[in-house]
């Protein structure tokens, strides 16, 4: 069994075929040639790093025409250094003279910073693709700025869209930006079903997220009481920035990734399964009415997913080591334990909640897993604090950016108010 009732009889037909983002990609004529500029957002991230190889690994074809960080400046100066972007952007004006000190003689790109900073270098002109991997709700405006320029955007920071997924949507009309998954499992979906194959989501019974389960799959419930902060970010699978490994711990990910996937495909949630796979191979699967099921399978490397999104619609050629599928052996599947890991249940829950369920979720998870991280609160404080949020929160409208944002912070307010009342770890 799944998280879904999936089996049961197929959906009444509520699939509006203009609501997912990428359910009309303009073909390859339309879209810019090679080399391709690019835009790297979060680029000293994990996400940033590993499209840097890809750029290191086919120069013919990508070239790095801005980059941004935020805290990591001795990064930023030497990928910047070895990379050559015209324009750079950190978070503040005292991090833009440090970081200008730091680079090599006769290089001096134009330095930026602060949220204008982003949303300048995510709009340039002098780009083709921006990737956006800024971790967090920091990365919405400039996604945003992105959208409205009518940018390709290799999307990676999934909160853009459970925060703001229908502002995007419109921008994306307005502008003709196109936004391609690079979250692995929703791209595996766009690489399993294809362009054709976007276009017949209506046939697709279910979407199936796949989930490795994270480092706590096996561990019996008592255990989770007791789970450090060493012990969350150790992921088994996937080597990915603290704050998305906690959301892998706690399922939390996976719920943030069922919104995002029916805010790109255009299907509600109960059409979007979740079983977890613990090898992390297959990828994600599409489940036809009659029975078919299309997966992608790979192995769990992030480059994969950039490549495909960067190079978008010819595959880049990567050094990764094929899968042995004989050495696997087997490909295992099990339910999500709901009870243990509640906070899969509770994304799905904020989405019945209205467009500030989702953004309301996300701020409290966000500074829940701050507080954690920081040993303000223990792990089991995160579901809690995300369920106190959506409880605390009365139904407001939410359709504009400063409504956003302004439930996003009065969210961590309240959550961290909240927080004090919770045992510190020892
Ligand atoms: P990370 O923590 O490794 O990197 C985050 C990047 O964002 C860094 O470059 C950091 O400097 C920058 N940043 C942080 N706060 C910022 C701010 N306030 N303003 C501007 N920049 C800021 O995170 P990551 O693992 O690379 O994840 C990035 C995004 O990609 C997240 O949204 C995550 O959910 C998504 N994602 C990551 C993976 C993965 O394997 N790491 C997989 C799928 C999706
Ligand atoms: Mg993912």
């Keep these: 069994m799944t998280d879904t009732a999936a089996h049961a009889t197929p959906p009444a037909p509520e699939y509006d075929p203009g609501a997912g983002y990428i359910s009309s990609l303009p073909g390859e004529d339309a879209l810019p040639g090679f080399p391709r500029r690019l835009c790297l957002l979060g680029g000293t991230g994990s996400i940033g790093k590993s499209a ?12 790095v025409a801005a980059l941004a960080g935020a805290a990591n400046l001795a990064l930023l100066a030497e990928q910047a250094a070895r990379f050559r972007p015209a324009r750079l952007c950190v978070l503040d004006a005292s991090g833009a003279d440090a970081l200008a000190g730091m680079l090599p003689a006769g290089y001096s ?3 930026v910073h602060g949220p204008e900073g982003y ?5 340039d002109a002098d780009s083709d693709v921006v990737l956006s991997a800024i971790v967090g709700a920091a990365g919405l405006v400039p996604t945003l700025a992105a959208v409205r320029a009518g940018k390709i955007v290799a999307l ?16 994306c009309r307005e502008s003709g930006a196109v936004i391609l998954p690079v979250d692995s499992e929703h791209n595996a979906l766009f690489q399993a079903l294809g362009g054709p194959g976007l276009r017949e989501l209506p046939h697709v019974a279910t979407l199936v997220l796949t989930a490795s389960g994270g480092p706590f799959r096996d561990k019996p419930a008592a255990f989770l009481q007791t789970v450090t902060r060493e012990q969350a970010l150790d ?3 996937w080597s990915m920035g603290p704050k998305i490994s906690v959301d892998s711990s706690t399922l939390m990910n996976k719920g943030l990734e069922v919104i995002e996937a029916c805010r790109l495909f255009g299907l509600p949630p109960g059409r979007v399964e979740v079983v977890v796979h613990p090898q992390s ?3 994600s699967l599409a489940r036809y009415h009659d029975g078919s099921l299309l997966a992608h399978l790979g ?13 978008y619609p010819r595959r880049t050629p990567l050094d990764l080591p094929p899968v042995d599928l004989v050495a696997l052996g087997a490909l295992t599947f099990e339910a999500p334990r709901h009870d243990d890991f509640p906070c899969l249940s509770l994304a799905r829950h904020s989405l019945s909640l209205g467009a500030w369920g989702p953004v309301a979720l996300n701020a409290a998870n966000e500074t829940a897993v701050e507080l ?8 089991l404080d995160i579901p809690r604090l995300v369920e106190f949020a959506l409880n605390a929160q009365a139904g407001v409208y939410a359709d504009d950016l400063d409504a956003i944002l302004e439930i996003d912070r009065t969210t961590r307010k309240r959550v961290r108010e909240r927080a004090i009342g919770c045992a510190p770890r020892g």
Aim: with cysteine.
């Design 52 to 63: 840097l190889r890809v750029v290191e690994e086919h120069p013919e074809r990508f070239a």
């Design 109 to 111: 790109p134009d330095i």
């Design 119 to 123: 949303a300048s270098l995510a709009s």
């Design 156 to 171: 990676a920071n999934k909160e853009s869209l459970v925060l703001a997924g229908d502002l995007i949507r419109q921008a």
């Design 235 to 237: 992921h088994p699978n």
């Design 281 to 283: 191979i297959v990828h």
């Design 299 to 311: 192995p769990p490397d992030m480059r994969l997913a950039i490549a495909y999104c960067l190079g």
């Design 372 to 379: 954690f991280l920081t040993g303000q609160v223990a792990f």
